[in-house]
Each structure stands twice: as structure tokens, then as C-alpha cells.
């Protein structure tokens, strides 16, 4: 889809920092984030948001599973790694639920700290890394991904 900054990546004409890759699906760091370690897991098939998600054909459904399996596992490696305490998943639906890039996208967002807490704000860039802290995190959390995918057996 011309002019869609996710499927630039996807096509790899910008560069992302990236924590998993198929076939079907990219997950990479934010580059705004909320937290540290703050992800999007995002279909390679250009749909605008999940109201525009079709299930036509096996490819569609394929795709659109293993999105969700990859939140789910980014989610566990985030838990597990120990990386945070816990994790917010976020996912907008057009401008007026703050949708700002219509491909659609799923956020992980590592929640730090064992108080119950709030939901963060959307595009609050709250979080600043430390040079090569992002890389070091992508790296972390791209092994545990890796790991619990070749554990569980299901791609
Ligand atoms: P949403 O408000 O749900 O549409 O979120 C879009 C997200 O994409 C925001 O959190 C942005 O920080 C993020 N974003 C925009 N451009 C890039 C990019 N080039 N690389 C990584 N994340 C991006
Ligand atoms: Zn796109």
C-alpha cells in the first residue's frame, strides 16, 4: 500500500527495530514508545484495522492468526524474560479511538512495578531509551519470542 509507514517497513525501505519476522507477520519496537520494550505486532498483509480484517480465503486466516498468536507470545516473552512485571495490550480503530497509522497494529507494552496501575496514555513517548538500549531490548525479547515459538510448536 503506497504511503503506509508499515508497509515500508514491511518492504524494508525504513528500517525498524525488529523482534520478529515471517512470512506473515513483523513485530518491532516502537519508536515512540510508552514504555521501555514497548512493541507493535503487525500483519504483512495491509488491512486498515481490525473492521477491515477479512477472512476470505486459508491465507487471510493464517495471517490473521498468527498476528494474534504473536501478541500472545510477545506478551508471555515480555512476563517470562522478566523484562517487566507485567504488559498492557492496546489496539486502536480509527482516528477518533486514536488511530494514527492505518495498517493494522497491536501495541505490548511492558507495565513496570507491582502496583496496580492505570492504563498509559496513547502517544505519550513517555519512555526514552539509553543508546543501544533499544537494540539490547529487541535482542532479548526476539530470543525469548523465538524460544517460546519453538517450545509451543504451532507455526
Ligand atoms: P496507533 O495510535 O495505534 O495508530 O499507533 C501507531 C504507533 O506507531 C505509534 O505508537 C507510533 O509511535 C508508532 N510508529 C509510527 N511510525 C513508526 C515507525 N517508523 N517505527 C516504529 N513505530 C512507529
Ligand atoms: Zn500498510
Known sequence: MDNCIFCKIINKEIPATKVYE?????AFLDINPIEKGHMLIVPKQHWKNLADVKLDTEK????YEELMYIVRVATKAVITTKLADGANILQCNNACAGQTVDHLHFHVIPRYGSELATVPAFNS????YEPNEAQALAEKLSSAIAAIVKDEELL
Open 22 to 26: 515471517s512470512d506473515r507477520v513483523i
Open 60 to 63: 487471510e486466516i493464517e495471517i
Open 125 to 128: 513517548g513517555a519512555a526514552k
